[in-house]
């Protein structure tokens, strides 16, 4: 016991003499610890809670839409091996007229039970009650109603199958179809235009005339049963009735990019801590070692006074735990806080019926242990060193290095470079795995400063890519059913329209040998200037007159290359078949469309019509044109890209800026903690050395010089390995982000490299700072008393 307090007393005077050096690995582990709870709670709240909400809202596994199929074919779908329950309904577009906004919006109207609630994709109820059956009476979507101010009782008009009706709000719903709730054919949310309505079947059969007939079903699977299997067969079944083919969960919009957000938390998750936690173990291993060494006298005359190994090495641990557990303290209450934000920020566009965030204390835990299991990594090597010698030999100074001529001596140059120079060179080259690990280790730091400023730029680059240079237009026109080609004429002269560009998109299935993908061909006018295919540099591709473009990871879902010829199976109309050879691959980073020449989809459609429309409008007469497309049945939605990009920074970008922010900020944490502990374990290595070249004659500015001119040069060399370390880092993250709904650009960004350099060499000159102070009151009697 006496023996502990001994060494319990010293572990204090080395924590206090060593405190600027554990305080900056403190806090690179409490970033560690921040960014891995942070991360690791994101990926685990939208997991539990997407499904939580799935299992108890009953969502489908399998979906399917048809043109119009009886009622009477209910029993042969349930009959069809792998399935355990099914529902049909009616599903339709319309036009609405919302209270307080100038622009058309649009609704998706999906059937519930006369009586009751739905068997699948059953809703949660926000306010208020399902319709009583009033005429009139729905339910709509909490996020549409929030965003415009629509509250229980209120009314708003729509276009029902070319019917001005008058809608009454009879409560406020959310569904597991909807957690993520867009437009067909979009990415980004826009609860202000567009909102899911339910109202009750025969009403809204009644409107669209699908009485006794259903245009949607849903199913979920029985036990083992295959899913390829079953939507084989349920093809097999709709398409006589106008079927646009079945789809599994993997393939539902919703669903689809919620999980794509569950993946890249988890890559995030594990990559940016581990760099963080691996930088720890490196900075604890150059402390201890170095402490090891400057005291293997005293742990010599320990071992001979009769403490056990064990005894000594528990010393050094504790001294390891010291900024473990201060890290801890600081990484686990800030991890929690950024965790609340970005919760905040999900909550926004993902719609859970719970979106509060509670601490999840096994991924805490899980980060203390990450934390610990590291920093103890680092340690044990050190302290290993303590016990490896015996007592008689740790008691004698350790031997001189053998002097061997250096680089500069073999080359000739010694003579031509000054003395504080080759003094700098020799010590880098007499400990070479030392240096080659501070180098690393500044590299590190460097490259995850560089990797969080190339996600800002990216981000950037995303929303000028889609919004400045493919989506030109000002207001994209949607037809509920397709229109004959001179509504382009018509269009023109509406108010404000300046230019009009038509398009026309058709549902397919692509096959390639035994793969399919269900998607859509669209076809952009000739020579297009408002809607256009760009690739991941910027550069406008053209569409080929024959053949199709595909966007990369649909052309990677089919193992498709230029050359190969694809079955096109058109899922409207006639379903007619043709084969087409793969032009070319575009790497779009929105969606993964294919695209075809207006012309060639005439040919697989039979007939000329298009889809929509894209419009420049006058900036002050779009409201005119707004009231104007409100009257027109015809008009199935109208999207405007300023909303677009709108939510996109809503969205996307808002979820990006807290988490780099995190990184940046943890990012500059870790390269003055790796430059700053390089400083003073050079100044504890040489301090003997430097005060006897005082003493010689040498001065304060020169020997200073000398330290921290072998600080400047690590520096230097590890800028390039930053810059490959972080752009490999950079290379994986897009690889890993890689997604169906958007990808991000690989750029070689000059403001990314510029600001790891900025970080990375101001950390050193407050380094520089801090280690020249201590240099300039080297006492110099005291210092070479020291034995080494």
């Not at 060494?7 to 690179?28: E, F, P, T, Y």
């Not at 629509?150 to 009706?165: Q, S, T």
């Not at 010829?565 to 691959?585: D, I, S």
């Not at 200073?704 to 400047?712: F, N, P, R, Y």
Request: aromatic share 8%.
């Amino acid at each position: 016991m006496t023996g502990m307090r001994v060494l319990d007393r010293k572990l204090l005077r080395d924590l206090w003499r060593l405190r600027g050096q554990l305080l900056a690995v403190a806090l690179v582990l409490a970033s560690g610890v921040s960014l891995f709870i942070t991360m690791r709670s994101m990926h685990g709240y939208l997991r539990d809670r997407q499904a939580a909400y799935y299992d108890r809202y009953a969502f489908a596994d399998v979906f399917a839409s048809v043109r119009r199929a009886p009622r009477a074919l209910e029993s042969r779908l349930a009959a069809l091996p792998g399935v355990s329950r099914l529902e049909t309904r009616v599903v339709a577009e319309a036009t609405l007229d919302v209270p307080g906004l100038d622009e058309p919006a649009t609704g998706r109207i999906i059937s519930i039970p006369d009586r009751g609630e739905p068997l699948l994709n059953r809703l949660h109820l926000r306010a208020g009650d399902y319709p009583a059956g009033e005429p009139g009476g729905v339910l709509v979507s909490a996020a549409f109603a929030e965003a415009n101010g629509l509250k229980v009782g209120d009314r708003l008009g729509a276009i029902l199958n070319g019917r001005w009706e008058s809608l009454r709000i009879t409560g406020l719903a959310q569904s597991p179809e909807f957690i993520y709730e867009i437009r067909g054919g979009e990415i980004f949310p826009d609860n202000r235009r567009f909102g899911v309505m339910w109202m009750r079947r025969k009403e809204l059969a009644a409107a669209f005339d699908l009485t006794g007939a259903f245009n949607d079903v849903s199913f979920t699977l029985a036990p083992g049963a295959s899913e390829p299997e079953l939507l084989a067969a349920i093809d097999r079944v709709l398409v006589r009735y106008g079927g646009l083919g079945a789809y599994g969960r993997d393939d539902q919009i919703s669903h689809n990019f919620i999980k794509g957000e569950i993946e890249e938390t988890q890559v995030t998750s594990i990559i940016i801590p581990g760099i963080c936690l691996g930088v720890t173990a490196f900075l604890l291993h150059l402390v201890l070692s170095r402490l090891v060494a400057l005291e293997r006298e005293q742990i010599g005359v320990l071992k001979a006074f009769g403490y056990r190994h064990r005894t000594v090495a528990a010393h050094y641990l504790k001294l390891a735990l010291a900024p473990v557990v201060a890290g801890s303290l600081i990484g686990v209450p800030v991890g929690l806080w950024f965790a609340t934000l970005l919760a905040g920020v999900y909550a926004r566009f993902f719609q859970f019926p719970d979106v509060s965030y509670r601490a999840d204390w096994p991924v805490v835990l899980a980060g203390l242990a990450l934390a610990g299991g590291a920093s103890m990594t680092g340690a044990i090597g050190a302290v290993r060193r303590s016990l490896s010698l015996p007592p008689a030999e740790a008691m004698r100074p350790e031997s001189p290095p053998v002097y061997r001529p250096g680089i500069l001596e073999r080359l000739g140059l010694s003579a031509r470079i000054p003395l504080t120079g080759r003094t700098i060179a020799r010590d880098l080259e007499r400990r070479p795995v030392r240096s080659a690990l501070a180098v690393l280790g500044l590299a590190l730091a460097m490259s995850l400063c560089l990797m969080s400023q190339y996600m800002f730029v990216a981000v950037d680059q995303l929303k000028t890519i889609v919004f400045d240079l493919v989506q030109r237009e000002d207001v994209a026109v949607t037809f509920m059913e397709p229109e004959a080609g001179r509504v382009r004429y018509e269009l023109a002269r509406f108010p404000g329209v300046l230019a009009v560009e038509t398009f026309r998109a058709v549902p397919v299935r692509l096959r390639l040998g035994h793969r399919s993908y269900r998607t859509a061909i669209q076809g952009l006018a000739d020579g297009a200037t408002l809607r256009r295919v760009v690739d991941r540099s910027g550069d406008a591709v053209s569409v080929p007159a024959g053949g199709l473009l595909l966007a990369a990871p649909l052309a990677a879902r089919l193992d498709a290359r230029p050359g190969d010829l694809v079955t096109v199976e058109a899922l409207e109309g006639r379903r007619r078949v043709r084969t087409l050879m793969v032009a070319a691959v575009v790497e779009e980073l929105i969606g993964m469309s294919g695209y075809a020449s207006q012309a060639e989809i005439a040919r697989l459609t039979g007939e000329e019509t298009v889809s929509g429309a894209f419009l420049q409008v006058e900036a002050d007469r779009r409201a005119a044109l707004y009231r104007r497309l409100k009257q027109l049945p015809a008009v199935g939605g109208v999207g405007l890209r300023e909303a677009a990009r709108e939510g996109f920074e809503r969205t996307i970008a808002e979820s990006f800026a807290i988490s780099i922010t995190a990184i940046v900020l943890f990012a500059v944490i870790i390269a003055f903690g790796v430059v700053y502990n390089s400083g003073q374990i050079a100044l504890q290595e040489r301090g003997r050395e430097l005060a006897s070249l005082r003493v010689l004659g040498f001065t304060r500015g020169e020997t200073t010089l000398m330290l921290l001119g072998e600080q400047a040069t690590l520096t230097l060399l590890a800028i390039p390995l930053g810059i490959l370390i972080g752009y490999g880092f950079v290379l994986l993250i897009v690889t890993r982000f890689e997604s169906e709904i958007f990808r991000l650009p690989l750029v070689l960004a000059p403001s990314a490299v510029g600001f790891g350099m900025v970080v990375l060499l101001g950390a050193a000159a407050v380094s520089a700072v801090a280690v020249g102070r201590r240099v300039h009151r080297l006492d110099l009697i005291a210092v070479l008393k020291t034995r080494e």
